[in-house]
């Protein structure tokens, strides 16, 4: 394999990886904050054992995150340093900030939401359950806006970098970046609140938060529906399970709406990335929305269940309206401005190579629909569940169908981000910066094949080695269950003294 994929796929597996725990740390935030607010109002003591529980929860995942987060950072200056150095007025403003309004955030208060249940009063620890929840959004913020830009550059300008520490000298607007530029020519912030606001960040941003409280709430559902599985804990595992399904289904319909305005803005910004998320290689009118299927790209066509007008009217809101085909997308203008001097029937043959590929563009944005669609349904089953009573009811066998169910769904929303991540980076394909740097021109001049291929196989070894003791160490910390007021263990069923328990029964 060529150094480009390699990387791409060292960078991958690392930001892959680590995707794992942020919207886990972010969507719990959200929730703690909910226990705590809701302890703070009623004085239910209930609330207060919710909250101290899922913090140890957090306090674990918040941990690896942080561990598996600096690997990209140092990414960014070995394998992508030609990259790092194009964009490094642009992202240094992004991740400065994110370091100062979001790291010194969490950093700062994470002593008192973890360690001062005892030590500081039940407001000043809620404000300081606020003060991470915060800064765990601030963080997904800066990030988001950073890869935004990626994906639809705005309020900077082109400048050839001065020797000798000589100002820069501005480039024209339509400047087209080639290959012999990379160590000479850079992007620079022109506008700092048009390159924050570039087109895509606020669609993308709700996009994400979402995705990560739809995470973190059926987290929460999952280890509640094992507990009342196994008849332990029930009262705990009631009130997580209430707080944490009325949260997800209010989640999900914010995310069916952020959903639509991304893919408009797709349509808008990225036309080759939404042809390829459906495999529309024609334009034509009504165009039909594929539900599932495959991409034959040899005879350049799409076979599945296809339902007509569909992506048209999703798209814009109109049925008739023609969708941008692949064929069609980039358009000879472009081309003929990087490849001067072509027929448009030799710009037709290179058309191809300014597609990302096609098929795979397509299944990983279908599998996000699909089990986007499938925690939609299983929030909205367990909330009208909820609401007529009888999804507690465990010794229906249907109810205790759904709770296996919700135990298995915690892995939903993470193949749902991990597919929504590989759509957005594989549709920008083949640039880094979307029309302005190709990912090949990206790349350190100094690496090497065999040290990717090391660093891939090492990298492997310790994310695997981290993933496992993240699972015994979840696992340890369940299985241990919540807490009472005095810190004694809550017991287990048949054992007196297990205030839970006891009430869990009377209940049933």
């Known amino acids: 394999m060529s150094v480009e994929i390699l990387s791409r796929i060292q960078f991958a597996l690392t930001v ?72 490094g007025d642009i992202f240094g403003s992004a991740l400065a900030a994110e370091g100062i309004f979001a790291f010194f955030l969490e950093s700062g208060f994470l002593a008192l939401l973890l360690f001062g249940w005892d030590k500081v009063g039940p407001k000043l620890h809620f404000f300081a359950t606020c003060m991470v929840a915060l800064g765990a959004h601030f963080s997904a913020l800066w990030i988001v806006v950073a890869n935004s830009w990626m994906q639809t550059p705005a309020g900077y300008h082109l400048e050839k970098i001065g020797v000798n520490g000589a100002p820069g000298t501005p480039l024209p607007a339509d400047y087209i970046v080639q290959a012999a530029d990379m160590g000479h020519v850079r992007a620079v912030v022109e506008n700092f609140w048009q390159m924050v606001f570039n087109p895509s960040s606020l669609e993308r941003l709700s996009h994400v938060l979402l995705g990560a409280w739809m995470t973190g709430a059926f987290l929460v559902i999952s280890i509640s529906a094992w507990y009342l599985l196994k008849g332990v804990h029930l009262k705990f595992a009631k ?35 939404l042809a390829s998320m459906e495999g529309v290689y024609s334009t034509q009118d009504y165009t039909p929305m594929t539900a599932f299927g495959y991409v034959d790209t040899k005879n350049q066509t799409v076979h599945g269940l296809k339902i007509p007008a569909l992506l048209s009217f999703l798209c814009f809101h109109d049925f008739k309206t023609a969708v941008p085909g692949l064929l069609t997308l980039p358009s000879d203008e472009f081309l003929a401005a990087r490849h001067p001097g072509l027929s448009p029937d030799e710009l037709a043959k290179i058309r191809p190579k300014y597609w990302p590929k096609v098929g795979a563009v397509f299944q990983t944005y279908h599998i996000m629909i699909i089990v986007g669609s499938a925690l939609f349904g299983l929030s909205f089953l367990g909330f009208s569940l909820l609401w007529k009573g009888w999804l507690f009811r465990t010794d229906i066998p249907a109810i205790r ?108």
């Open 239 to 273: 009130a997580s399970m209430t707080i944490a399904l009325c949260f997800a289904a209010v989640t999900t319909i914010l995310q069916s709406v952020s959903a639509d305005a991304t893919a408009r803005g797709v349509v808008v910004n990225q036309p080759i990335k």
């Open 401 to 508: 169908g759904l709770l296996w169910i919700f135990v298995f769904s915690v892995v939903g929303p993470q193949i749902c981000n991990q597919a929504g991540w590989f759509t957005a980076e594989l549709g920008r394909q083949p640039w880094i910066v979307y029309n302005l740097l190709r990912t090949s021109e990206g790349l350190s001049r100094s690496v090497q094949a065999q040290q990717v291929v090391f660093s891939i196989i090492m990298f492997l070894l310790i994310y695997l080695l981290l993933f496992i003791t993240f699972l015994y160490l979840l696992n340890e910390k369940i299985q241990h269950g919540p807490e009472d007021d005095e810190g004694h263990h809550v017991k287990a069923p048949g054992v007196s003294g297990d205030p839970f328990l006891q009430k869990g029964r009377a209940s049933n």
């Open 16 to 87: 892959s990886f680590h995707f794992l725990y942020p919207p886990m740390s972010i969507g719990l935030g959200c929730l703690l904050v909910l226990m705590e607010g809701l302890y703070l109002k009623t004085k239910n003591p209930l609330y207060h054992h919710l909250a101290h529980f899922w913090t140890k929860i957090f306090g674990l995942i918040f941990a690896i995150g942080v561990a598996t987060g600096i690997v990209m950072e140092f990414e960014f200056g070995t394998n992508w340093a030609a990259y790092s150095r194009f964009v």
